[in-house]
């Protein structure tokens, strides 16, 4: 089956960038979103298809993807960014989304 | 506005069945493809279960494969999950959600169901 691996946890300051990263064979061949769950709260999409973002999500998320890894990049992080986000995408193959492990971003 | 919200959730012994309902708010079900994720206490988000915008395709994780049903009533806008022979490991927060694109983006999420199996 197909898997997608994100590190458990990334901390930055507020006012810095912070990049999460998303790693799975082939993924330059499939299309990647990014989910942000804040406690206690339902998953809302910030990235799809790479690198859109949905209409209301700031200009400061962005996708992309090099290699065998897609990168979730927030820049000019601020407190209220402080969540879990998750990798996903469809694997044709299999007929099946596939999440990745999540990442906990921590704001210092 | 564009809403979804799940019911159904509620404490069950292993071995049995819940029948969870998501209702839709300010657009067709049958319009979208959608899909069933759920969430164990303190892990990850799981994706379950698939239903095509025609009603003919449907898709399961292999966790839930031939105890789960995804299904669609067209005229109340309720999309459904009959969850047979429930297992502990079925315990869980289960999330409907919208996909959309050629490649299922999740645009919108209910707020989530709680379905506890416990003897």
């Known amino acids: 089956s197909y898997v997608l691996t994100q590190p458990p946890s990334v901390s930055v300051a507020p006012g810095q960038t912070a990049r999460i990263s998303c790693g799975g064979n082939y993924i330059a061949t499939k299309s990647v979103h990014w989910n942000q769950q804040k406690p206690g709260q339902a998953p809302v999409l910030v990235v799809y298809n790479d690198d859109d973002r949905p209409s209301g999500i700031p200009e400061r998320f962005s996708g992309s993807k090099s290699g065998n890894t897609a990168t979730l990049t927030i820049s000019r992080v601020e407190a209220g960014d402080e969540a879990d986000y998750y990798c996903q995408v469809w694997d044709g193959n299999s007929d099946v989304v596939v999440f990745g492990g999540g990442t906990k971003l921590t704001v210092l | 506005e564009v809403l979804l919200e799940e019911s159904g959730g509620g404490l069950e012994q292993p071995g049995g069945s819940l029948r969870l309902s998501c209702a839709a708010s300010g657009f067709t079900l049958s319009s979208y493809d959608m899909n069933w994720v759920r969430q164990a206490p303190g892990k990850g988000l799981e994706w379950i279960s698939y239903l095509k915008s025609s009603g003919r395709t449907r898709y399961y994780a292999d966790s839930v494969e031939g105890r789960f049903t995804i299904s669609r009533d067209n005229a109340k806008n309720l999309l459904y999950l009959q969850m047979d022979s429930l297992r502990v490991e079925d315990t869980a927060v289960y999330y409907c959600?919208?996909?959309?694109?050629?490649?299922?983006?999740?645009?919108?999420w209910g707020r989530g169901t709680t379905v506890t199996v416990s003897s």
């Open positions: 959600a919208r996909g959309v694109g050629n490649y299922d983006a999740l645009d919108v």
